[in-house]
């Protein structure tokens, strides 16, 4: 179900329990295993185009997001996801963004992001497209398990731009 291209939302009516169990979905995997910022309702089963997030303490009910925009500029990091908990995986993303989407209350809005949050909405954007972070490796060396990336590469977590 992964690989599917999550459908647009008709109402945000339609989503309020999704968004619910997203929360309490995100809430229950950062408690079992420390961390978590977003997830897509494809990953819990519901392929439409909803993202739950929380950032810095702020919560982000996503509904229909478009991008408006992606930089050229790049960042290469390490990045990991709820659906594969013990994977790791280097890969660039666009440094800043920008996407509209449909809030909870059915408000249009609009987000722009840089650094860590324009990568959260790219990694949690390309679920609804069926994309994985594995599919955005850089080579066949840039997988790692959350083990041996422990071992290997936290030291250098700054200067590798996590």
């Keep these: 179900m992964l690989r599917e291209v999550s459908r647009p939302v008709e109402s945000p009516a339609q989503v309020r329990l999704i968004l619910r169990d997203l929360r309490a979905t995100l809430h229950e995997f950062r408690r079992t295993h420390g961390f978590g910022r977003g997830i897509s309702a494809v990953q819990i089963g519901e392929p439409l185009r909803v993202i739950y997030l929380e950032f810095e ?38 440094r800043r963004v920008g996407l509209r989407y449909t809030d909870e209350a059915g408000q249009p809005c609009r987000l722009q992001a840089e650094e860590a949050l324009a990568e959260l909405l790219q990694h949690e954007m390309d679920h609804l497209e069926g994309i994985l972070a594995v599919d955005r490796a850089l080579d066949r060396t840039s997988l790692a398990t959350r083990s041996e990336w422990e071992r290997r590469y936290r030291h250098r977590a700054p200067e590798l731009g996590l």
Excluded: T
């Design 57 to 94: 303490g702020k919560p982000y009910s996503l509904i229909n997001p478009e991008w408006e925009y992606l930089s050229e500029e790049k960042i290469r990091l390490w990045d990991d996801c709820f659906s594969f908990p013990d994977l790791v995986v280097l890969l660039e993303r666009s």
